[in-house]
């Protein structure tokens, strides 16, 4: 039980933080629940769900052939990365809000899911944070891994539908009320990145002993 609470708090503290991190896909929903109201923009947040399925296939399909050594890396790996973009997003200047979308702008699902699927960023964090998870919960028992997935997209959802909400009802969220956001991710994505990382470096030094510190290798 305490492994399926652990997953299920990672799923919802990545997918809480997907959805509070700037992207095309967040600029695009504020911009369409501005431009044509929150009721027309509601379904767009699901193109994920089209969008990231194939990525997903494809990166646990991956991450479920190599070595259990390169798994607990990837894992290391996907924590440092997370760290890396908490502290951009933190770092980075206010961003003045968007007007309506621009006459080029995706304006159904199908495309906004297009969009998602060309740009790389489902693909690094599919690979080096979310897949390395599926992975790791799946080995422990198959249902951690659907809990996982399913909690991470619920939440990212949901978290999402609040933005358009607030978008389409309030016009444009207040820049300071943006920047409380954005820091509140960033401390959620900091704190899951460090304990991402620490994971990782367990399993490498359980995996290879000699990299224990403070633990001699002679009998």
């Not at 990672?10 to 991190?21: C, I, K, T, Y």
């Not at 992207?23 to 431009?35: E, I, K, N, W």
């Not at 399909?61 to 933190?90: D, E, I, K, S």
């Given at each position: ?23 095309p ?5 504020v911009?369409?629940?501005v ?17 990231d ?6 990166a ?12 607990h ?10 760290v ?13 809000a ?13 495309e ?14 599919w ?28 939440t990212?959802?949901?978290?999402n ?6 978008a ?18 960033a ?20 995996a ?10 002679g009998?």
């Amino acid at each position: 039980m305490r492994g399926l609470i652990t997953y299920m708090v990672l799923g919802g503290g990545l997918g809480f933080a997907a959805a509070l991190q700037p992207g095309p896909l967040q600029a695009f929903l504020v911009s369409r629940a501005v431009a044509t109201g929150w009721k027309r923009t509601i379904p767009v947040c699901f193109a994920p769900l089209l969008s990231d399925g194939p990525i997903a296939l494809l990166a646990v399909l991956v991450l479920g052939q190599v070595p259990l050594v390169a798994q607990h890396a990837l894992r290391a790996c996907g924590g440092l990365l997370l760290v890396y973009l908490a502290v951009r997003a933190v770092r980075q200047p206010d961003q003045p809000a968007r007007g309506p979308a621009a006459p080029t702008t995706p304006r159904t699902v199908v495309e906004a899911a297009l969009v998602n699927l060309l740009n790389p960023n489902p693909y690094i964090a599919w690979a080096l944070v979310m897949g390395p998870a599926v992975v790791s919960a799946w080995s422990r028992h198959p249902f951690y891994a659907v809990v996982f997935v399913a909690v991470f997209y619920l939440t990212m959802l949901a978290a999402n539908v609040g933005i358009v909400l607030l978008a389409g009802t309030a016009h444009l969220l207040e820049a300071r009320a943006q920047r409380r956001l954005v820091i509140a991710s960033a401390v959620l994505l900091g704190a899951l990145g460090v304990a991402l990382l620490l994971s990782g470096v367990r399993g490498l030094a359980g995996a290879n002993p000699s990299l224990t510190l403070g633990v001699s290798s002679g009998p």
